[in-house]
């Protein structure tokens, strides 16, 4: 009886150590080996499997045009094909006006200059790039200084004289480096921000193959994602794309986002795909396809995105709460405002720039506000670049003479000291970090030519300002100035006034000769803030 009892009791043990075994083992392979990743190719068809998305290039353009307003600097010589493509072109600007076309090419105060430029890539409607002004070899213009190029045409480089379409023109004053060396060749100089696209350019998604009812789907789950009137199916093989609003700074993303997106939607095959591309975001070395993956697939991945959060690695922890902030939750925006406020991390300006883009205007402002403090001047500069483009109170912005904008940023409790930049590319700015920046009562800066003094002995009471007249050597025009920096800027080139005017009186100084004496005052300790320039345009 014993015996017969204790058989099914062994046989019962083993069984349950079996199981206990056999379960343990399955646990224990379970923790030490993820889930095996689905692979990519088994988790759908995507667009940018079915089409190619084709942005518009960056575009080398060329054309001619005239610079006027030189002090016999200018010369008449000219090429017989641009002299007649000259004349034509003002004629169709000046139908009304009776002008003498050949004086007034001829002026020694005229340059006939050839125009370069680069197209940005998908480039939007009005959209400003830099242009550079060269005058022809071969003549005798020895100087393009204090200029302005009147209206030019341009088009695609090496096309001048084949081809008639004209994608840009340029304008405004000429711009003439004097930071990097004190004796510039002024025969080159630049036009900043002064090229302007004619025309929209849409991106374009190519398919591999024409079939209408492929281009109808694809059109429609472009729709369904971003809304009505993204996609516009133009033929069986063409579909013309319209950025979204919210991705209009992001052109690039936008299109990655395309080509990532499944055409096909199924909860179960999303959840695979939401899995996948979460353990690849944190395992992989190509993060960036795994983060545009999970945003392509839109909303459902916040779902999944918040376990990153948690993530001892920041670059993990910095795109999965960029992309939670542009699929709109903002559960990941105070781990981008850690990021940005870390002074030892390199993603800061990463961080920031996600904020800026994806953040409410409250958010973006607020965060900015505390940057403008930071002890890195590129974080200041970063967060000055996005208040300003929200138009916040923070930054004032003043037009100086129709030329460039003085701007100045508040830094209460700031222990960074002032600052003054200068942009040598894009729209033309003078900011004052930490204004009011006041310049001592010891101050002798004079330009590299000699014509413009500063000057203020120990203690004066005021700033005096000598400029020789641009024209008249033999004139003299003088000014007089607070030890404010504003005030300063302000005298030496607020535009003179005529006799019937009551206003500020200004000399007339360039941009291009104000920033250079600027650096000068900051060199020599006059104003007591750190001095930085923006680079040149690279052009050519």
Not at 21 to 30: E, H, L, S
Not at 127 to 134: C, M
Not at 230 to 251: C, D, F, N, R
Not at 395 to 416: D, G, H, I, K
């Amino acid at each position: 009886m014993i015996i017969f009892r204790r058989k099914p009791f062994c046989l019962i043990l083993t069984l349950l150590v079996a199981c206990f075994v056999n379960g343990c083992g399955r646990q224990a392979r379970t923790r030490g080996r993820p889930e095996e990743l689905a692979p990519v190719a088994e988790l759908g068809t995507t667009i940018g499997s079915l089409a190619e998305v084709v942005t518009p290039e960056l575009v080398a353009l060329e054309g001619y045009g005239l610079v006027g307003g030189l002090n016999g600097t200018g010369s008449a010589e000219c090429p017989p094909q641009i002299r007649a493509y000259l004349k034509q072109y003002i004629l169709t600007q000046l139908p009304e006006h009776k002008l003498d076309i050949e004086q007034f090419i001829n002026s020694l105060d005229t340059a006939v200059v050839r125009v370069e430029g680069i197209m940005p890539a998908a480039a939007s409607k009005n959209q400003y790039f830099d242009v550079k002004v060269t005058a022809l070899p071969g003549t005798q213009t020895t100087s393009l200084e204090d200029g302005w190029l009147y209206r030019a045409e341009l088009q695609a480089k090496g096309t001048f004289g084949v081809s008639t379409r004209v994608v840009a023109d340029a304008e405004g004053p000429i711009f003439i480096d004097k930071i990097d060396t004190p004796t510039p060749d002024t025969r080159v100089g630049y036009i900043l921000a002064g090229g302007s696209i004619l025309e929209e350019y849409r991106i374009n998604l190519v398919f591999n193959r024409q079939d209408y009812r492929i281009a109808g789907l694809v059109r429609n789950r472009l729709d369904e994602r971003f809304g009505g009137g993204i996609a516009k199916a133009v033929s069986p093989g063409l579909i013309e794309l319209k950025v979204p609003a919210k991705y209009k700074g992001q052109k690039q993303r936008f299109t990655s986002i395309v080509k990532a997106m499944y055409l096909d939607y199924e909860p179960e095959i999303t959840e695979k795909r939401i899995k996948t591309f979460i353990r690849k975001l944190a395992a992989s070395e190509d993060k960036h396809e795994s983060e545009i993956a999970l945003e392509a697939i839109g909303k459902e991945s916040l779902s999944k995105l918040p376990v990153l959060l948690n993530s001892s690695d920041q670059q993990i922890r910095l795109r999965a709460a960029r992309c939670m902030l542009n699929l709109g939750s903002d559960q990941g925006l105070q781990t981008l405002r850690d990021i940005a406020l870390d002074s030892g991390s390199a993603n800061r300006l990463e961080a920031l720039g996600a904020i800026t883009t994806a953040a409410s205007r409250d958010d973006a402002a607020a965060i900015s506000r505390k940057l403008l403090r930071d002890q890195d001047f590129d974080i200041r500069l970063a967060a000055y670049e996005n208040l300003r483009k929200l138009d916040d109170i923070a930054v004032t912005r003043r037009l100086v003479a129709r030329s460039f904008y003085l701007e100045q940023v508040a830094q209460t409790e700031s222990t960074s000291g002032g600052a003054i930049f200068v942009s040598r590319s894009g729209q033309p700015r003078i900011v004052l970090f930490g204004a009011p920046i006041r310049c001592r009562d010891n101050i002798f800066v004079q330009s590299s030519d000699g014509n413009i003094t500063i000057n203020a002995p120990p203690g004066e009471k005021y700033v005096s300002i000598i400029r020789k007249h641009p024209r008249r050597p033999d004139v003299i025009l003088q000014a007089k100035s607070s030890f404010e920096l504003v005030d300063i800027i302000l005298t030496l080139c607020e535009e003179p006034l005529k006799e019937d005017k009551q206003a500020r009186q200004g000399l007339g100084v360039s941009y291009a000769d104000v920033i250079a004496l600027l650096k000068q005052m900051c060199d020599k300790g006059a104003a007591a803030a750190e001095f930085r320039a923006g680079p040149l345009p690279k052009i050519g």
